[in-house]
């Protein structure tokens, strides 16, 4: 094991799963420190979720730091996935009272659309054809780092279109009643 907890130690395949240490004895259970709702989660969970992403992309870009590109490029499929699927919650708390349309609605804008394609061109391995297709295109580790996302032929930065997104979901929000 690693004794000087500077950096991950790679495990062996003698090692045990150990909870809250480098070493010691395997344990059968672990106490919880936290509480979370049992379903359906409200939707206010995913925002903070998308708040946080938002947050991790903008620390990125503000370092004055090398980043770490594959960990950049996580926060930012993170953010996209988070910001498109806060639609669904939205939609299935039965607390928000908000119609399906009127989510629907918030989706088709620029940046939920690109939001959509982004986190479906992400988790799937190939996109139907009718389907439309976001990536990330370019990444520069900075600093500051920059990423450049590709969706219908054009070249967007990720982070302008994350901002967008945000604004879009607030703008909902107070059309809507809504509060996070």
């Known amino acids: 094991m690693n004794d000087d907890h500077t950096s991950p130690a790679r495990p062996s ?12 004895s395997a344990v059968e259970s672990a106490t919880l420190s936290a509480l979370f709702p049992s379903p359906p989660r409200p939707w206010q969970e995913m925002w903070a979720a998308v708040e946080l992403s938002l947050a991790r992309m903008e620390q990125w870009r503000n370092t004055d730091e090398e980043v770490n590109i594959t960990g950049f490029c996580l926060d930012v499929y993170g953010f996209f996935v988070t910001c498109y699927h ?39 391995h190939t996109r139907h054809p009718d389907r439309t297709e976001a990536r990330i295109a370019a990444v520069s580790g900075g600093p500051p780092a920059t990423v450049t996302l590709e969706w219908q032929a054009r070249s967007l930065d990720g982070l302008v279109i994350a901002k967008q997104a945000m604004q879009a979901w607030k703008e909902f929000f107070a059309a809507q009643g809504l509060h996070p």
């Open 86 to 124: 806060l639609g669904e919650h939205i939609k299935l708390d039965p607390h928000a009272e908000v119609s399906a349309a009127d989510v629907t609605q918030v989706l088709a804008t620029d940046p939920l659309r690109v939001a959509e394609a982004m986190a479906n061109t992400f988790k799937h």
């Open 13 to 24: 395949p003698s090692d045990k799963t150990v909870f809250g240490s480098d070493s010691g």
